[in-house]
């Protein structure tokens, strides 16, 4: 038996889901144009469809899971199950009008508003008491206020430079998305025992990526303030060093929390610091 994994044949996210599947160390002969993929070494196949396909394939357990971005998620309104948030492909729905113009919500008002999102725009607008026209396109949103289809647009945004070159801007998020993995919801015990698993390992490459490993060299009379600045997994490894009255100190820090540390480390006398990339983490 082999768990079903849907990812995007192309696009934003194709990329980084079969290099996370390559770090949770599943081998995946990356099949080009192919539709499917067999892992080596795990039981899993791997689907390669366009990413709006993916929750519906999800919810027909074609698939039995799918990675995929919360805005076609939650565009699709499929019944699946999200388990995680992957930390890649990070972007947000936005409402974006000519650079030029000055927006308000209100403004909106009669007027016609171009997006692939139909469903997260009619929402939004609905909450905001907003009666304006949506014109469903399915690609290419950024160019139909330069054509006259419409007077605003809903598209994603993430670098911002398909607004700046369509001489849009980004007037008001909607949404903030990033990929996720979502399962079918009836799933036999078999397979849910292997989507844990492969969960599990997505779990390890999470962590240590937000993790680092740090080594210094602390003088022992300085011991006790430099540990203080560590919080590690459980405490810090001293190990005594060659040169007497000086120890190694062995840890792991949050990599947001890095360069504060780092600082305030140098300035309590540590020295020698290293710091490199946890590849697993398991805690
Ligand atoms: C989105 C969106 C824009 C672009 C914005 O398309 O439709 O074209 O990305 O990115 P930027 O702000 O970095 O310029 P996407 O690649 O997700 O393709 P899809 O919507 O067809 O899946
Ligand atoms: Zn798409």
């Known amino acids: 038996m082999k768990l079903k994994i849907a990812i995007q044949k192309s696009g934003r996210l194709h990329e980084d889901s079969l290099r996370l599947l390559k770090e949770c160390g599943i081998d995946i002969s990356n099949g080009g144009n192919k539709l499917k993929s067999t892992a080596a070494n795990f039981p899993l196949e791997v689907y390669f469809l366009r990413d709006d396909d993916i929750p519906q394939y ?14 076609v998620v939650y565009e699709k309104k499929k019944e699946v199950e ?7 492909g990070k972007c947000r729905l936005s409402i974006a009008v000519d650079k ?37 396109i ?21 670098s911002g430079s398909t607004l700046f070159t369509n001489g849009l801007k980004e007037a008001e998020t909607i949404l903030e998305s990033q990929s996720v993995l979502i399962r079918n919801k009836t799933l036999d015990q078999e397979k849910v025992r292997l989507l844990e698993k492969l969960l599990f390992r997505i779990r390890a490459v999470r962590k240590a990526k937000n993790n680092k490993y740090i080594l210094l060299n602390a003088p022992n009379n300085k011991l006790n303030e430099i540990i203080g600045l560590l919080p590690g997994m459980k405490s810090p490894t001293v190990l005594p060093l060659a040169e007497s009255g000086w120890s190694s100190v062995h840890s792991v820090i949050d990599e947001n929390d890095f360069w504060d540390i780092i600082e305030q480390l140098k300035d309590a006398g540590a020295q020698g610091i290293l710091v490199v990339p946890i590849e697993k983490m398991i805690i």
């Open 100 to 136: 030029n113009e000055t927006f308000s919500k209100q403004g909106l008002n009669g007027k016609k508003i171009a997006t692939s999102y139909p469903v997260i725009l009619q929402d939004y607008l609905d909450k905001n008491k907003i009666s304006a026209e949506i014109h469903e």
């Open 58 to 71: 999800v919810e027909d357990a074609v698939a039995d899971a799918g990675i995929v971005g919360e805005n």
């Open 138 to 158: 399915s690609g290419s949103v950024e160019i139909a206020p330069g054509i006259g289809l419409a007077d605003a647009i809903c598209d994603l945004v993430s």
């Open 82 to 88: 999200i388990m995680a948030q992957l930390g890649f």
